[in-house]
C-alpha cells in the first residue's frame, strides 16, 4: 500500500463505516466458528492493528505486517496485548515454530503476487484443525484508482477465488458476499471515479453521512447469523485444510 494509505487508515479505521462495518462482518464469521478455548490467532498483514482489539476477544493474538510504518503503529497500539512482528509473504513469514487455530487475511491476498504459494505457506503455520478467514475484494470491472491507491494486485470473482483455495489443497467451510446493501452506490462511486479520474480514500465522511453507512452496513451482521449474503462487494470465507 501507499504510505500515505496506511496513516490514513490509522487515523480513521475506529470511526469510518467500512471498517466498523467490516469487523461486524468478521465478527459475526468468528462467533460462528466454535474456536477452541484460548486459541491461537495470527493476523497476515495486521496494518496499523485496527482489527487486534476484535481478534483478542477470541483468544491469544499475534501478527505481522510487511511495512515499517505501519509495522510501528500496530505495536505502539496493542502494546503488551499482542507479539507483532515484520514479515511478508510468502517468503518472510515469521513464528514458524508455532501453530495456530485460525490465521486471518483480510482485504491481504489482492496484495501479493504469489498468493498461491502465500497460502501453501501458511498452512504450514496452521494447526491440523485449524482454519483460514480470508476477506478480499470483489468484481475486477470495479478495478479503480482507489484500487491502485491500495495498491491492489487484483479483485476477484467468486469463481477465481474458489479456484485458488482448490489449488491451494484447502476446503471452504464458509463462503458469503458482504457489503450487500451498499454495493449500488459502490457501482455509481467507482464510475464517478473513472470519469472524473479521481479518488476518494478512506477519508472519514461527515457525522451524518458516516452513521447512516454504517448503519447500513454492520446491519449485515443480523442477516449473516441465518444465511449467505447473494451479492456484495467483498466476499468472506472460512477454509479448512483438507
Given at each position: 500500500m501507499d504510505p500515505k494509505a496506511y496513516v490514513e487508515?490509522?487515523?480513521?479505521?475506529?470511526?469510518?463505516?467500512?471498517?466498523i462495518g467490516r469487523?461486524?462482518?468478521?465478527?459475526?464469521f468468528l462467533d460462528s466458528m466454535n474456536l477452541p478455548?484460548?486459541?491461537s490467532i495470527l493476523e497476515v498483514g495486521?496494518?496499523?492493528?485496527?482489527n487486534l482489539p476484535l481478534l483478542t476477544e477470541?483468544?491469544?493474538?499475534?501478527?505481522?505486517?510487511?511495512?515499517?510504518?505501519?509495522l510501528i503503529i500496530a505495536q505502539e497500539r496493542m502494546a503488551s496485548k499482542c507479539q507483532i512482528n515484520y514479515g511478508c509473504c510468502p517468503e518472510?513469514?515469521?513464528?514458524?515454530?508455532?501453530?495456530?487455530?485460525?490465521i486471518c487475511l483480510f482485504d491481504v491476498l489482492e496484495h501479493i503476487d504469489d498468493e498461491l504459494q502465500t497460502l501453501t505457506q501458511l498452512q504450514t503455520i496452521l494447526e491440523e484443525e485449524g482454519r483460514l478467514l480470508i476477506t478480499v475484494p470483489l468484481h475486477d470491472w470495479l478495478f479503480s484508482n482507489h484500487d491502485k491507491f491500495l495498491h491492489h494486485k487484483r479483485r476477484y470473482s467468486l469463481n477465481r477465488f474458489k479456484d485458488l483455495i482448490l489449488r491451494s489443497n484447502l476446503q471452504i467451510e464458509r463462503i458469503s458476499y458482504f457489503n450487500f446493501f451498499l454495493f449500488p452506490a459502490a457501482?455509481?462511486?467507482?464510475?464517478?471515479?473513472?470519469?472524473?479520474n479521481t479518488h476518494t480514500g478512506d477519508r472519514?465522511?461527515?457525522?451524518?453521512?458516516?452513521?447512516?453507512?454504517?448503519?447500513?452496513?454492520?446491519s449485515e451482521k443480523y442477516f449473516l447469523k441465518y444465511f449467505d449474503l447473494p451479492i456484495g462487494l467483498s466476499l468472506i470465507c472460512s477454509v479448512k485444510k483438507k
Open positions: 487508515m490509522a487515523n480513521v479505521e475506529s470511526q469510518h463505516w467500512w471498517f469487523r461486524a462482518v468478521t465478527n459475526t478455548p484460548k486459541a495486521c496494518g496499523t492493528g485496527g477470541f483468544g491469544q493474538v499475534s501478527a505481522f505486517e510487511m511495512n515499517p510504518q505501519a518472510d513469514v515469521p513464528f514458524l515454530n508455532q501453530r495456530f487455530d485460525l457501482i455509481l462511486t467507482r464510475i464517478k471515479e473513472r470519469l472524473f472519514l465522511p461527515n457525522k451524518l453521512t458516516n452513521t447512516i453507512l454504517k448503519f447500513i452496513f454492520t
